[in-house]
């Protein structure tokens, strides 16, 4: 053996790292499941195209703690999905509140923050200091599932396929991740940087996210139809809850959480409101500049087919669509932005399902763009 080649075996490690590592049992849950069954034909295209897996039954829900502060209680949820890890969600309702209220799914955005998942939404004893920051940066400093809680509504926030405490386990990644992790920390210690233990798996779940993509797109599916599988069993254990009227259901995310709240109105004739916040144009405008600005969240290939990412609400059974815009939004075109709001004039006109509001500044869903969703699904679901 030349020396090269002992340097080369001496660098590869006996066992090969698993590719899903914590997920090893999804490949057989997709082929047991392979379909969700929706309620319309335009439903069912659009569920195929995501490959969004069937589920099974509703799975039972563990309370782990229940609080009670300024006005909001809190209460800690996880329930165990047919593969993967255990989901934590957080249940929050106005205090002393008695039922049926009016429930809402808050759906965390992606954020490049897999580290943490729907914390970023919930005011908690010990807020992570990834949550923190992502609160920070993209909520303008607020709690939204909790401020929407104590508007009289009960909010579900769950963790979500590949993030929080459904996260891939990435302690010993696999080795493309490897591979550009170690490049990453090069430059942390070129820089004098000290990461974080969230900044590490961050940086590695952001190039892990493409074998992510690759593995669902083998199996039949893509990680848009993964999270909308984890998303549509959160909305089915809402509308299960003894508190909750489960004929005034609604959603609302920001940024890929956005792109998560459309595809939830078009997969369950469940949800009567919808928010769709900075995640809103045309799939011609992303092209060529604004491709990279995304995730596998929105592009999942083949998608355009089904029409443009406005027409997709035309697919929704009932819902009414607020979608908010950012004039200097970084990662999308105003054009495509304004043209996306002309479709959707065009497509609901007279039926009053569809209000677009354009706001100054960035990619940041800012405190008056909450106020503006909460008037919204207070309106709408009419309480």
Same mark, same amino acid.
């Given at each position: 053996?030349?020396?090269?080649?002992?340097?080369?075996?001496?660098?590869?490690?006996?066992?090969?790292?698993?590719?899903?590592?914590?997920?090893?049992?999804?490949?057989?849950?997709?082929?047991?499941?392979? %379909?969700?069954?929706?309620? +319309?034909? #335009?439903? $069912?295209?659009?569920?195929?195209?995501? @490959? *969004?897996?069937?589920?099974? !039954?509703?799975?039972?829900?563990?309370?782990?703690?229940?609080?009670?502060?300024?006005?909001?209680?809190?209460?800690?949820?996880?329930?165990?999905?047919?593969?993967?890890?255990?989901?934590?969600?957080?249940?929050?309702?106005?205090?002393?509140?008695?039922?049926?209220?009016?429930?809402?799914?808050?759906?965390?955005?992606?954020?490049?923050?897999?580290?943490?998942?729907?914390?970023?939404?919930?005011?908690?004893?010990?807020?992570?200091?990834?949550?923190?920051?992502?609160?920070?940066?993209?909520?303008?400093?607020?709690?939204?599932?909790?401020?929407?809680?104590?508007?009289?509504?009960?909010?579900?926030?769950?963790?979500?396929?590949?993030?929080?405490?459904?996260?891939?386990?990435?302690?010993?990644?696999?080795? %493309?991740?490897?591979?550009? +992790?170690? #490049?990453? $920390?090069?430059?942390?210690?070129?820089? @004098? *940087?000290?990461?974080?233990? !969230?900044?590490?798996?961050?940086?590695?779940?952001?190039?892990?996210?493409?074998?992510?993509?690759?593995?669902?797109?083998?199996?039949?599916?893509?990680?848009?139809?993964?999270?909308?599988?984890?998303?549509?069993?959160?909305?089915?254990?809402?509308?299960?809850?003894?508190?909750?009227?489960?004929?005034?259901?609604?959603?609302?995310?920001?940024?890929?959480?956005?792109?998560?709240?459309?595809?939830?109105?078009?997969?369950?004739?469940?949800?009567?409101?919808?928010?769709?916040?900075?995640?809103?144009?045309?799939?011609?405008?992303?092209?060529?500049?604004?491709?990279?600005?995304?995730?596998?969240?929105?592009?999942?290939?083949?998608?355009?087919?089904?029409?443009?990412?406005?027409?997709?609400?035309?697919?929704?059974?009932?819902?009414?669509?607020?979608?908010?815009?950012?004039?200097?939004?970084?990662?999308?075109?105003?054009?495509?932005?304004?043209?996306?709001?002309?479709?959707?004039?065009?497509?609901?006109?007279?039926?009053?399902?569809?209000?677009?509001?354009?706001?100054?500044?960035?990619?940041?869903?800012?405190?008056?763009?909450?106020?503006?969703?909460?008037?919204?699904?207070?309106?709408?679901?009419?309480?």
């Amino acid at each position: 053996m030349t020396s090269a080649a002992r340097t080369r075996a001496a660098n590869v490690p006996a066992v090969r790292p698993s590719a899903i590592a914590g997920y090893e049992d999804w490949p057989a849950y997709v082929r047991e499941h392979p %379909r969700h069954e929706a309620s +319309t034909p #335009a439903a $069912q295209e659009f569920s195929d195209a995501l @490959g *969004v897996p069937g589920g099974g !039954a509703l799975p039972a829900v563990t309370v782990h703690w229940e609080e009670t502060y300024d006005g909001a209680t809190t209460s800690q949820l996880s329930w165990q999905l047919g593969f993967g890890p255990r989901t934590t969600g957080w249940l929050v309702r106005p205090a002393g509140s008695k039922g049926p209220l009016p429930g809402i799914l808050a759906l965390h955005c992606h954020g490049g923050n897999k580290f943490g998942g729907a914390d970023r939404l919930v005011e908690l004893p010990d807020t992570h200091p990834s949550a923190a920051a992502a609160r920070a940066g993209h909520y303008d400093g607020r709690a939204l599932a909790t401020d929407i809680a104590r508007r009289g509504f009960a909010v579900l926030a769950h963790d979500t396929f590949g993030w929080g405490s459904r996260k891939f386990d990435l302690s010993t990644p696999p080795w %493309r991740t490897a591979s550009a +992790t170690a #490049a990453r $920390q090069a430059q942390w210690r070129e820089d @004098g *940087v000290v990461p974080s233990d !969230a900044d590490q798996y961050n940086a590695a779940a952001g190039f892990h996210e493409d074998t992510v993509a690759k593995a669902a797109g083998l199996l039949g599916t893509s990680l848009a139809g993964m999270v909308a599988h984890d998303d549509l069993a959160a909305l089915d254990i809402l509308a299960a809850l003894p508190d909750v009227d489960q004929d005034r259901l609604g959603c609302i995310g920001f940024s890929g959480g956005g792109g998560r709240s459309l595809a939830l109105s078009v997969l369950s004739p469940r949800i009567r409101a919808a928010v769709v916040t900075c995640m809103m144009t045309t799939f011609e405008s992303l092209f060529p500049a604004y491709l990279d600005a995304h995730s596998w969240l929105l592009q999942t290939p083949g998608l355009w087919k089904l029409g443009d990412w406005p027409e997709l609400t035309t697919r929704a059974a009932d819902a009414r669509f607020l979608v908010q815009y950012a004039l200097a939004d970084e990662l999308f075109p105003e054009d495509g932005m304004r043209q996306a709001h002309r479709i959707l004039e065009s497509l609901h006109a007279g039926s009053g399902r569809y209000t677009g509001s354009f706001r100054p500044g960035g990619h940041v869903f800012t405190a008056a763009m909450q106020d503006e969703a909460l008037d919204f699904l207070a309106k709408t679901l009419a309480f």
